[in-house]
């Protein structure tokens, strides 16, 4: 994934010299910036693990979903007539309920998450039809972890042999999101959303031989306004 992101922003800085070299007009900038529209949504969602493993097959045996809710915002760049680019910022809760032989762990992760999607849009009835897909990238912020022995705040970070921390999860969280939704003329739009973790955020994988898995996975539905 960090290939990809390179990649991208290789392709953007190539872009912009492009634009320069070839004398691109102010005026079609100030056309872009004249279409642009901004805004917010919320909603539910309902995660998982996408990919479990706790590196045990004595204790842990079993993941269940759990319903957390998202909030955000996001600018949508036209390109072409029916294509735009749409980064955003999204606080979302994410997370999955571990059961096993031994009791059930909760984890309640949220992270401050970047996506940037590419949409495509559809001109149907009195409103249009939107659908794409693209990265992004989450930070872990805040959050919280029950089991039978109480309840505490996720601690982040990547545990090491050597550092004495025993950590939850580790804070960067890199996937995918697929979107698709209807908005109104007024702005008013429904949205449904799917993604899929690629990073292993377990904490312990890796130490001593841990094969330890958990990649974060959700279905999203919610409300947004675009103005």
Same mark, same amino acid.
């Given at each position: !994934?960090?290939?990809?992101?390179?990649?991208?922003?290789?392709?953007?800085?190539?872009?912009?010299?492009?634009?320069?070299?070839?004398?691109?007009?102010?005026? !079609?900038?100030?056309?872009?910036?004249?279409?642009?529209?901004?805004?917010?949504?919320?909603?539910?969602?309902?995660?998982?693990?996408?990919?479990?493993?706790?590196?045990?097959?004595?204790?842990?045996?079993?993941?269940?979903?759990?319903?957390?809710?998202?909030?955000?915002?996001?600018?949508?760049?036209?390109?072409?007539?029916?294509?735009?680019?749409?980064?955003?910022?999204?606080?979302?809760?994410?997370?999955?309920?571990?059961?096993?032989?031994?009791?059930?762990?909760?984890?309640?992760?949220?992270?401050?998450?970047?996506?940037?999607?590419?949409?495509?849009?559809?001109?149907?009835?009195?409103?249009?039809?939107?659908?794409?897909?693209?990265?992004?990238?989450?930070?872990?912020?805040?959050?919280?972890?029950?089991?039978?022995?109480?309840?505490?705040?996720?601690?982040?970070?990547?545990?090491?042999?050597?550092?004495?921390?025993?950590?939850?999860?580790?804070?960067?969280?890199?996937?995918?999101?697929?979107?698709?939704?209807?908005?109104?003329?007024?702005?008013?739009?429904?949205?449904?959303?799917?993604?899929?973790?690629?990073?292993?955020?377990?904490?312990?994988?890796?130490?001593?031989?841990?094969?330890?898995?958990?990649?974060?996975?959700?279905?999203?539905?919610?409300?947004?306004?675009?103005?």
């Amino acid at each position: !994934m960090k290939r990809i992101f390179l990649l991208s922003a290789i392709v953007l800085i190539s872009f912009s010299t492009f634009a320069q070299d070839k004398g691109i007009s102010s005026t !079609m900038v100030k056309q872009v910036k004249a279409h642009m529209t901004y805004g917010i949504k919320a909603g539910l969602t309902f995660a998982n693990a996408a990919s479990f493993n706790p590196g045990s097959t004595t204790n842990f045996y079993a993941a269940n979903s759990v319903t957390s809710f998202y909030l955000g915002g996001v600018i949508d760049i036209p390109i072409f007539s029916v294509l735009s680019v749409q980064p955003g910022l999204t606080l979302i809760g994410k997370g999955s309920e571990i059961v096993g032989s031994e009791g059930n762990k909760k984890y309640l992760p949220w992270y401050l998450e970047i996506p940037v999607n590419v949409l495509g849009n559809v001109k149907v009835g009195p409103g249009k039809l939107f659908f794409g897909a693209g990265p992004y990238l989450g930070i872990g912020v805040f959050g919280g972890y029950k089991d039978s022995f109480g309840s505490r705040i996720i601690r982040y970070g990547t545990n090491t042999e050597l550092s004495g921390v025993d950590n939850d999860l580790k804070s960067l969280d890199v996937g995918l999101n697929f979107l698709l939704g209807y908005q109104l003329n007024n702005g008013l739009n429904v949205h449904g959303g799917y993604g899929l973790g690629l990073t292993n955020v377990a904490a312990n994988s890796g130490i001593s031989g841990d094969t330890s898995s958990f990649k974060n996975k959700l279905f999203s539905l919610g409300l947004g306004f675009a103005f």
